[in-house]
């Protein structure tokens, strides 16, 4: 079945650093990607997607690409804060977001002023 | 933005007691919602997927006469967790979706059971 690895966290960076969490996936057909957040306590909010090969989903400062190729969205930001402090989930589905999503496990991300 | 309330934020209750929960899509109508459970410091869990006037699809291994799922209206779906034990405690997150937009998630519900 279709799955999603994520880079094992947690992962502490300094402030203004440059942040990479890597994402590959398995998938039969053209799935959509996505990255959702989860600050301390809450649900998942949606932070980027992408929907084919080659668009680059982008929200906040945080970037990632949908490359068929090395099947990968992995999430990049150039400059980190503290408020970005939280669980990134990387997730797909196979109809632009409505169906069943796949999750990876989730990568916890802590920013030191 | 769309957004998805859930009920209570926060439950703690005995042992074998029942407990319900809440999902509402505010500003759009859900023809789909979604329930997951997450554990500690884990990804979310699929439990089942629910469509407005039908009955819930369940995920393997989910026992559908221990988590009973509602989805009446097309703003509201509820997940019931009949004789909870210690076990069922757990982070309970739902989702919500028109059918052609991502899915919107509530802020979860922590179970406890004592």
């Known amino acids: 079945g279709d799955s999603v690895t994520q880079m094992e966290g947690p992962v502490t960076l300094s402030e203004e650093a440059f942040l990479t969490i890597n994402c590959t996936y398995t998938?039969?057909?053209?799935?959509?990607l996505f990255w959702y957040v989860q600050y301390p306590g809450e649900g998942l909010q949606l932070l980027l997607k992408?929907?084919?090969?080659?668009d680059k989903g982008s929200n906040k400062g945080f970037e990632a690409t949908y490359r068929k190729e090395t099947t990968s969205f992995h999430l990049e930001k150039g400059s980190v804060q503290v408020s970005d402090s939280a669980v990134y989930f990387c997730a797909l589905t196979d109809q632009g977001g409505s169906e069943k999503l796949v999750f990876g496990k989730g990568t916890k991300l802590t920013v030191n002023p | 933005g769309a957004v998805v309330s859930q009920h209570p934020s926060w439950v703690i209750c005995k042992s074998g007691t029942s407990v319900k929960i809440e999902c509402r899509s505010l500003?759009?109508?859900?023809?789909?919602m979604f329930w997951y459970r997450q554990f500690p410091k884990q990804s979310l869990m699929l439990m089942a997927t629910s469509n407005e006037g039908s009955k819930a699809t369940y995920e393997q291994g989910v026992e559908k006469d221990k988590f009973l799922i509602n989805h009446a209206s097309l703003t509201l779906s509820t997940l019931t967790v009949t004789s909870a034990h210690p076990e069922d405690s757990s982070f309970y997150i739902c989702?919500?979706?028109?059918?052609?937009?991502?899915?919107?998630f509530g802020d979860g519900t922590r179970l406890s059971i004592l």
């Open positions: 500003d759009f109508q859900a023809t789909t």
């Open positions: 989702s919500a979706t028109t059918g052609s937009q991502p899915q919107h």
């Open positions: 998938a039969t057909g053209y799935p959509s």
């Open positions: 992408a929907t084919k090969a080659d």
